[in-house]
């Protein structure tokens, strides 16, 4: 398996929109999830949103609900966050990570992930 890329990252001003890019090679899993997490200075990685394979459901988590839209191009092999609406809060360093499918409810955890991006900033001001 091959690490993650993650790429779009920048500077805008609150309200404006983003969209982030994952380069994440499956082609060898069954079952997967891609999911996007986010860090902001002094605080833990938090879940944004995920895409499962099986039946191309996506789950966000309820700051970014309405804003954001995780999406797959199969043919680029790419698995994209639409971001809307953008808010100060919103700032953070952005990871995409792949895993194995599981329960709904597990992959809102980081630790349900084995394959991480280095991640790309995204910076909101107001």
């Known amino acids: 398996q091959v690490q993650p890329v993650e790429s779009g990252g920048g500077l805008v001003q609150a309200g404006d929109s983003l969209r982030l890019s994952c380069e994440a090679s499956?082609?060898?899993?069954?079952?997967?999830?891609v999911g996007w997490f986010r860090q902001a200075p002094g605080k833990e990685r938090e879940f944004v949103a995920n895409f499962r394979s099986t039946d191309g459901s996506s789950d966000y988590a309820d700051s970014v609900k309405g804003r954001f839209t995780i999406s797959r191009d199969i043919a680029e092999n790419r698995v994209y966050l639409q971001m809307n609406s953008l808010k100060p809060e919103d700032t953070a360093v952005y990871y995409c990570a792949t895993g194995l499918l599981m329960r709904r409810e597990l992959l809102r955890r980081r630790s349900s992930y084995m394959y991480w991006g280095q991640g790309t900033q995204v910076t909101v001001s107001a």
């Open positions: 499956v082609r060898t899993l069954r079952n997967y999830v």
